[in-house]
């Protein structure tokens, strides 16, 4: 039974990624749905919503600034899609080989591989990205006692365990980079790959652990990458336009918050008064969010949260100038190589319909955590950079049609060993002092696309049934 109320609420949503977009939209539909006397404001320090999602439409081809695609293993964006009234502008990815480069060759690898499936002895046995020694180490998995620690590990640790050095260097770490540009020897294999982690626990050896719980490769449950037909702002762009008009401050920078003798939160601005409101939704970065609570010493005990600096690099040809790996739908980068970039997509392999007939768009990674001095450099120097890197592994000679240099400084958040530990100290001091606060995004419980949906979703949900203590559906 929900409890008679007098007068309106209101809930702050700082943050306009994302998450905090997810958020605001559910808050405003199950207001609408319930009749529930709620207003949400939702504020953003930039002029812009979206945060690193940011699609360049431009000449008949499609860029990506940001991310370009999305593994949807629980249906969270198509959920959301489908609430905006958009599914059916959702496409899948087409096939295509997989590389890792080693030395100065590209390397295919099993694409069950990509979405973690179980090894395939024979496609394993053949591969050249690995020696006989190694082949023979990586066995070893099917022989090893799990670890007898049960407490959290890096990623680099775990799977040089199980499966030895070159296994590593060759593929795991490459893999990682080219997606989260993080540092395997710091990152989390219980908040990265809590599923690894379980495995050995339970099965002791990863591969027959990935066999038994059938959790290995199955294309009817991992049907692909996904995105949308006109890029991955059409989802920003819907999400805007279906939130109540006034209901979006941008240009505004949250300073700091205040508990008021009434119960309710006083947020302070940059630019404008003041804003008193019920309950807050922060999905800022966990580091600024950090400084937003300086004044009560909140928070001053926990370590500041890593983030990796990089720049994607969009590239476009005629077909005819790319020599080497026409099958190839993109490729990854070991630090056995003498690459300086992480990754390579062929966006007009991987999609239909994001570039013209005839041209090759290329999409490339540069800088990762330890490398971020590259990031720093010009655009000019950048690009030459890469071309240098690319007439290397697939051959290209002739200046691009156009180059797209797109730097993100401090902004992939990398959970090290210990985030798990540091995310419940988190939330404890915060129920403490700020029960009326909720944090979500991608500093605590996932950094991908469809992690930050479901967590807005969720947050969504909570705050209003224990605000009116009810249950939604």
Known sequence: ?????????????????????????????????????VDVVLIESSLRLGGKIQTLRKDGFIIERGPESFLDYMNSVRGLAKDLGIENEMVSNNDGQTYVAVGSQLYPIPSNLMFGGALEVSSFITSGLFSLSGKVRAAGDLLL??????????????????????V????????????????IDHLSIQSMFPQFYQLEKQYRSLILGLKKSGLSYNKDYIESYQTFKNGLETLIESLECQLLPNSVLKGVKVE??????????????????????????MTTPFNATKGIFNSYGLLEEVPDMNYATIATVTLAFKQEEIKKHKDAMNFFVSRNSDLAITTCTWCNHKWNDVAPDGYDMLRVYIGRVGDETIVELSDSDIEKTVLQDLKKAIGISEPPLFTVVTRWKQSMPQYTVGHEKRKEEIRQQLETEFPKVKLVGSSYEGIS???????GKK???????????????
Not at 148 to 161: A, L, S
Not at 459 to 473: C, D, H, I, K
Request: aromatic letters at 8%; charged letters at 25%.
């Open 449 to 455: 696309i469809p992690s930050c949906v479901a967590q």
């Open 459 to 473: 947050v969504a949900f909570e705050l209003l049934e224990e605000m009116f203590e009810m249950q939604l559906t």
């Open 145 to 166: 006692p799990k670890t007898r620690e049960e407490e959290d590990e890096p990623i680099g640790d775990f799977f040089r365990r199980r499966f030895g050095r070159e």
């Open 256 to 281: 700091s918050i205040d508990k008021l003798s009434d119960g309710s939160i006083q947020i302070y601005f940059n630019n404008i008064a003041p804003l008193k409101c019920d309950a807050v939704v």
């Open 168 to 183: 590593v260097e060759n593929l795991v770490e490459p893999l990682l980079a080219g997606t989260f540009a993080g540092d």
């Open 1 to 37: 039974m929900m409890r008679v109320t007098l007068g309106r609420r209101k809930v702050a949503v700082i943050g306009g990624g994302i998450t905090g977009l997810t958020a605001a939209f559910y808050l405003q539909r199950c207001a609408q749905q319930n009749n529930l006397p």
